[in-house]
């Protein structure tokens, strides 16, 4: 009974002593929200009258593993503050095959940043997401559409990484129709893993904590 109650002691105190790692899936740039950014809402009264409009960005996997975190920069008419978004993750232009889902913003996953000469409020958002495992070096696209904000200004964008966008490939969609390239780079995002490494120190305790078992074994074998 005291072997037992040990040996579990030691796997929670392995298992606590466990570290928590964020590979990075892919980075397309960090958030620049004062040059341009792509409406992913409709309809977009602004320059689409009618029109629904969303991005897809392509990209090169630069490591192996299954997204479960989404980061990106988005703009929001100022004053008002955003509400909701959809992702799709496919192995083409606005594919659903690898995860997709629609994520309810607050002020914990959406912070605002700054406001930019255009009148828009530039937020940082970091959500988890829910994706199938991607592979080192194979092309997958990321999409983001259906953005809502409490004004329902229908004029959220996907935030533009620097002057002249990401490496990432931009395609463009209106009302269903995909319309191909954007004629800029991608926007700003990045698609991250979680994934447990064990501490040195667990390590080390896992190895003194099996000596000493087997000790207390021998003991009792001896007796």
Not at 53 to 65: H, T
Not at 78 to 102: C, K, Q, R
Request: proline fraction near 4%; include cysteine.
């Amino acid at each position: 009974m005291k072997m037992r109650i040990a040996v579990l002691l030691l796997t929670i105190l392995c298992l606590a002593l466990t570290g928590f790692a964020q590979t990075i899936i892919y980075n397309d740039g960090g958030i620049d929200g004062n040059d341009n950014g792509f409406f992913v809402t409709g309809p977009n009264h602004a320059n689409f009258l009618g029109s629904v409009q969303d991005i897809s960005d392509g990209f090169i996997a630069a490591a192996s593993g299954s997204p479960n975190q989404l980061a990106w920069g988005e703009w929001i008419a100022a004053g008002t503050a955003p509400t909701s978004f959809s992702y799709e993750l496919g192995s083409s232009a606005f594919g659903t095959d690898i995860g997709s889902g629609t994520v309810t913003q607050n002020g914990t996953n959406s912070v605002k940043l700054f406001t930019n000469g255009f009148g828009y409020d530039i937020y940082s958002v970091t959500v988890p997401i829910t994706s199938a495992a991607m592979t080192a070096g194979n092309e997958y696209w990321l999409s983001i559409s259906n953005a809502s904000d409490a004004g329902s200004s229908s004029t959220e964008g996907w935030d533009l990484a620097g002057p002249n966008g990401g490496p990432a490939t931009c395609n463009f969609r209106q009302s269903g129709t995909n319309y191909g390239d954007c004629g800029i780079g991608g926007e700003s995002f990045t698609l991250s893993a979680t994934t447990t490494t064990p501490e040195p120190s667990s390590i080390l305790l896992l190895g003194s904590g099996i000596l000493g078992l087997a000790g207390v074994l021998r003991r009792k074998l001896n007796r």
